[in-house]
């Protein structure tokens, strides 16, 4: 059965849990409980380990794949402990939509591919998979897809982001 949570912030940042987590965003949704979505890590002792080591105690962290989590959780606001759920890539957040973890609002805050078609702000470059992931979110629902590194930060529309990459690509 599945986990109703109350749901703060749904973001990709390569770097999972870091300062910019813990430091900003925690504090600004005053989220009590964080989920870390990687088949990577929660395949990895050692690096769930890690990532346990840097969150305070009083924040619950949760490490699951991205198949245990869908089966295990489901959105909601507003029940339960402040949650910000943590995905490393885009095509793993996507995927978890796809399978039925349905949110309305997908932050993005630091991803990197060497094989970068665009870099839509200092901290984002999306490859032609990515912008693929990022599409099929805004054809197929109605989720606002947003590039914000902090809280207090500018606000970036993947729509404005990717405007110049679909005008080459018509």
């Known amino acids: 059965m599945a986990k109703d949570l109350n749901i703060v912030l749904v973001r990709v940042d390569s770097r999972l849990v870091h300062g910019q987590i813990l430091e900003a965003w925690v504090p600004h949704v ?34 699951s794949s991205v198949e245990d989590f869908v089966r295990n959780y489901s959105f909601t606001h507003g029940h339960g402990k402040k949650t910000i759920v943590l995905f490393s890539n885009i095509a793993d957040a996507c995927d978890a939509f796809h399978q039925g973890f349905h949110f309305d609002k997908l932050n993005i805050g630091n991803v990197y591919n060497n094989e970068y078609k665009i870099c839509c702000s200092p901290s984002v470059f999306l490859c032609d998979k990515e912008i693929k992931c990022i599409e099929y979110l805004l054809e197929k629902s109605e989720v606002i897809v947003e590039l914000k590194v902090v809280p207090k930060g500018k606000t970036v529309n993947i729509k404005d982001a990717l405007r110049n990459y679909w005008k080459k690509k018509s």
């Open 30 to 63: 005053r989220a009590r409980c964080i989920i870390v979505v990687d088949d990577k890590v929660a395949g990895d002792s050692f690096m769930e380990t890690i990532i346990r080591m840097a969150v305070p105690s009083e924040i619950e962290l949760i490490v």
